[in-house]
Each structure stands twice: as structure tokens, then as C-alpha cells.
């Protein structure tokens, strides 16, 4: 095994969607590279897409098919050329790429077919488009940097499922100090592509919707950085999704296991499989806002939040309440007896129709599996196909459900039944089901419409909270 080194003066900064969307933002973008550039750090920027360009990608797949694709593609260029021109960049950088999602398309087109090969190189354009126009930027801001293909560093580890190999693609992230002297060679800011991997035949691969957090991780990982920065549209993760609850409040700290629970369970800012390769090299993520770059927003790091949790008897039953999570559009399957079933197994299968596992609840021979559905690229099963597919006795599947998960502070005592009670009154047709994951220091619930519960947990749990020791500023507050 290699021997991991003090942290090195690496920091990832990863910009999401809508902060490279804006000419804007790329001023502070820069300014951003300076300022970690004059206090000894080496920033590698990771980029999403233009905001909303991996959708159209996945829509110009099935364009490619019915040959609308020359009117598709040329939005996608306009779209870009404004970026373009806002910059005030040459208009014609992006032609040679632009060039060659044409062939592929066309190549759609002939065979009449979208292989989950030629879905991951169509959508992985998104990111390169962007990647270009950064580096033109930055060095025209006599910020000199380096194009760095994001392929060439991330290998993806070979899925028997050639969907989920091609578009949920999972890459070592072991530290590698051959990167590291080979980036460090290149003497610049170095810019890369979020969201895109390649397999070991060098075919491109994607890590998922909202895999550019991921990547962050990784490259983090494999240079064991100083620090990953997520710069995103809100100033750290949130009490709640702040777009739908104005009063959420800013969580200043959180742990590892916390932000990747709230991650997994719905809190869309950051991407659950970025947590693992970050907490095994104890690389430290800053969640931060493009638009107000001086917020200093959400560290996520060992800190152990629990040290200033009172562990009196008498407060270990009552619920600390940090956050209220949403997860819409899940699918639950529950299985009654468990015992001669092959939960695993189940799980592949469900699993290889396009669906991934957010939650696996197994109590008293009871089994509760909850899914969300990722396959964009197949029409979704309905919930009796999906009972013909599987062909399991007594097995209850119900999708256009949406899970409410109540994240505590402390996964000690027996909080989660009391929250249960108190739910009850808020839900006018009841609550479908309860999991309680209390001893891994969340609650969720299974319910058919998630809002007002939400609002109204919020405001009963978290606004009106006496203590705040784990809460900064409200997002209301910040718009002002
Ligand atoms: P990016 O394009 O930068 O990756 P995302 O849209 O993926 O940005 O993630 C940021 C969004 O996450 C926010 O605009 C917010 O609506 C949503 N979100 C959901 N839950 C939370 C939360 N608990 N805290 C902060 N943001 C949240
Ligand atoms: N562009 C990709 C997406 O929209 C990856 C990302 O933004 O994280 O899913
Ligand atoms: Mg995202």
C-alpha cells in the first residue's frame, strides 16, 4: 500500500451547473483561483455542465433518432455562444467538439439505436463544452492554466450491468503520488471535467447524475488535497432544501456520516458518493456559494458535532433535530417474510431495471427496500410490470411515493417513535410507514405528499428550536 503523506497544497474547486452558466460568476470563479493561488495552494477547478445541457444531451440521443438532431445541436451552440461572447472569447472555439457530437449523433441516426455507450459520449460533451470555454477564460485573465482530460485520470471499475457500467460508473480513488508529480509538473491551474470517467478500453463513462461532486472527491482522493470546495447556488447545506423552506437555516458544521445520510436521503447539494472517497482520506469539504463567495458556508469534516450534544438520560430520548430531508418519486417495495429470500439478489434486479437503493430497512422478517428510479433512458416501469418482472409472492410495490427523513443529532435513545406520534397530526391520510434508523441518527417516513409535512416539521422542529449551537444563518435572511 502506498503511505498517504501529509495533506499536500492540492484544493479541488468544483463550480456545479448554474455557477459556470453566468459570465458573471466567472469573475468571481477567477477570483476565487487567485485568492487560493497567492495564500500557496494549487486549485484544479472540476466543471459541471452548462445549467440544464446534460439534459438536453440525454433529449438529443433520441432526436439523434428521429433526425431532428442539426436543430437540437445548433441550441446547444447558441446556448454556448452567448457564454461565448459574454466572455468576450473567440466565437469558434468550440467547433472542433461540436464537430464531433455531429458524427456521433449522425452515427445514432444511421444504426438507429442508443447503446448506453453512445448515450455516455453524447452526454459527456456537457462538460467539455464548459471546460473549454473555462480555459480560454482563465487564461485570458492571465491565469495561466492547463486543460487536463478527466479520462486520462479517472478509471472507472468494470459493472457487469452495461447501463450502470456506461452511466454509474464507480473509479478507484486511492492516492497516487505519480499524479501527483505528473500534475505538479504541469506548473499551472489546471481545469477538468466533472462527471466523466473513462473504462479501462478507454471508452468515456458517466458517474451519474450530479457527478461532478463526485469527481471533486476523487481527484481529492488521489492527490490527498488540503481541501475540496463545492461551489454551488446556496451557501452551504441547509436545515431543509432552502429553495422550498425560506426559514432553513445554515449547518456551519457537519460530520462525514451526516452530510452523506442527508445526501442520500434527498439533500440534493451534494452528491452521496462524494462523502466516501473525501472520509477515507479525511479531506476536509467546504460547501460554498458562488454568489456570495465571502459566506464562509458548511464545513464537512471529522469534527464530531455529538462532543456538544447534552448526554444527560433525560435529553438522550428527545429528538435534536439538524435537518428535514425530501426525497420525491421513490419507489417502496415491501417484502413480508424474508427468510427464504435472497434480499441481495432482489436488490441486483431491481437494481438492472434502472432503479437505485436509497434505503434498506430489514426488522422483524419484515424487508423494506426504497428505490429511486435513474434510468432516464428507458420508460419507467410501472409498478405492476415491475411485479410481473420480479415474480415474487405477497411482495407490495408502490411508486410515486416520497420519503421525509428527520436527521438527529445524536442516534442514541428512543427519539424516533416519539417524532412518529407527533408526525401523526400533520398527515391528513396517515402515515404509510415509518423506518426507523434511529441508531444510525435518522428517521424517515414514507408518505404520499411530502410539503406541508415538511414546512410544518420544519417550523416545529427546527425553528423552534431553543438550542441553535448547530445553526448559522437563515436563508431568508441571506437573500436580504
Ligand atoms: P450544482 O448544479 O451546483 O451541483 P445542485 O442543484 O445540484 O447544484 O445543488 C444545489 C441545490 O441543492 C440547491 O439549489 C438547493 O435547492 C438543493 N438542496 C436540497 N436540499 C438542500 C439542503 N439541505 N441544503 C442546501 N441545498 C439543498
Ligand atoms: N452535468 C452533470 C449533470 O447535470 C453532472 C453534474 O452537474 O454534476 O448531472
Ligand atoms: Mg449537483
Not at 492540492?10 to 477567477?30: C, D, M, N, P, R
Not at 486520462?152 to 447501463?163: E, F, G
Not at 481545469?191 to 451519474?208: C, H, K, M, P, Y
Not at 464537512?300 to 428535514?324: G, N, P, R
Request: aromatic share 6%; proline share 4%.
Amino acid at each position: 500500500m502506498t503511505r498517504i503523506p501529509r495533506k499536500s497544497n492540492w484544493t479541488i474547486l468544483k463550480f456545479g451547473g448554474s455557477s459556470v452558466s453566468e459570465a458573471a460568476h466567472w469573475q468571481t470563479i477567477a477570483h476565487v483561483v487567485q485568492q487560493q493561488k497567492s495564500t500557496g495552494f494549487r486549485p484544479i477547478l472540476v466543471l459541471s455542465a452548462l445549467k440544464n445541457v446534460s439534459n438536453l444531451l440525454e433529449a438529443l440521443l433520441h432526436q439523434s433518432i428521429s433526425g431532428v438532431h442539426p436543430i437540437a445541436i445548433e441550441h446547444l451552440k447558441e446556448m454556448h455562444q452567448g457564454l461565448i461572447s459574454h466572455l468576450k472569447l473567440p466565437v469558434d472555439i468550440l467547433l472542433p467538439q461540436f464537430k464531433n457530437l455531429e458524427n456521433i449523433c449522425n452515427e445514432i441516426h444511421q444504426s438507429q439505436q442508443i447503446t448506453p455507450k453512445n448515450h455516455a459520449a453524447v452526454v459527456s460533451f456537457g462538460e467539455l463544452f464548459s471546460t473549454t470555454i473555462g480555459l480560454h477564460f482563465l487564461n485570458r485573465q492571465q491565469i495561466s492554466t492547463d486543460w487536463v482530460d478527466a479520462r486520462k485520470i479517472l478509471l472507472s471499475i468494470q459493472q457487469a450491468d452495461s447501463w450502470h457500467h456506461y452511466t454509474s460508473a464507480y473509479c478507484d480513488f486511492e492516492y497516487s503520488p505519480q499524479l501527483r508529480s505528473q500534475l505538479e509538473q504541469l506548473n499551472k491551474v489546471i481545469i477538468t471535467q466533472g462527471f466523466i470517467a473513462s473504462d479501462i478500453d478507454g471508452n468515456t463513462v458517466l458517474l451519474g447524475r450530479e457527478g461532478s461532486d463526485t469527481s471533486a472527491a476523487y481527484f481529492g482522493a488521489k492527490l490527498n488535497a488540503a481541501e475540496v470546495q463545492i461551489w454551488t447556488d446556496v451557501p452551504g447545506v441547509f436545515s431543509a432544501n432552502p429553495k422550498e423552506i425560506s426559514q432553513a437555516k445554515q449547518l456551519p458544521n457537519l460530520t462525514y456520516q451526516q452530510a452523506h445520510t442527508m445526501a442520500q436521503l434527498g439533500a440534493k447539494v451534494l452528491h452521496p458518493r462524494a462523502l466516501e472517497p473525501a472520509m477515507s482520506n479525511t479531506i476536509p469539504i467546504q460547501v460554498k456559494c458562488t454568489h456570495l463567495p465571502q459566506n464562509e458556508g458548511t464545513r464537512i469534516s471529522v469534527i464530531d458535532t455529538t462532543e456538544v450534544i447534552d448526554t444527560t438520560e433525560a435529553a438522550k430520548d428527545s429528538a435534536q433535530i439538524i435537518a428535514i430531508t425530501a426525497e420525491p418519486q421513490i419507489t417502496w417495495i415491501r417484502l413480508p417474510q424474508t427468510q427464504k429470500m435472497d434480499i441481495d439478489l432482489l436488490i441486483e434486479k431491481v437494481t438492472a431495471a434502472g432503479f437505485d437503493l436509497i434505503l434498506k430497512s430489514q426488522k422483524n422478517k419484515t424487508c423494506h427496500l426504497i428505490f429511486i428510479y435513474t434510468n432516464s433512458d428507458q420508460a419507467q416501469l410501472t409498478d405492476e410490470a415491475l411485479q410481473q418482472y420480479l415474480s415474487i409472492d405477497n411482495i407490495k410495490i408502490k411508486s410515486a411515493l416520497s420519503l421525509v427523513s428527520l436527521i438527529n443529532i445524536s442516534n442514541q435513545g428512543a427519539w424516533a417513535n416519539k417524532i412518529v406520534q407527533f408526525t401523526q397530526q400533520f398527515l391528513p391520510n396517515g402515515l404509510l410507514e415509518a423506518l426507523d434508523f434511529s441508531s444510525q441518527g435518522h428517521l424517515s417516513l414514507i408518505v404520499s405528499n411530502p410539503n406541508q409535512l415538511c414546512q410544518q416539521l420544519h417550523f416545529h422542529l427546527i425553528e423552534n428550536q431553543l438550542d441553535n449551537t448547530f445553526f448559522g444563518v437563515n436563508w431568508k435572511d441571506l437573500q436580504n
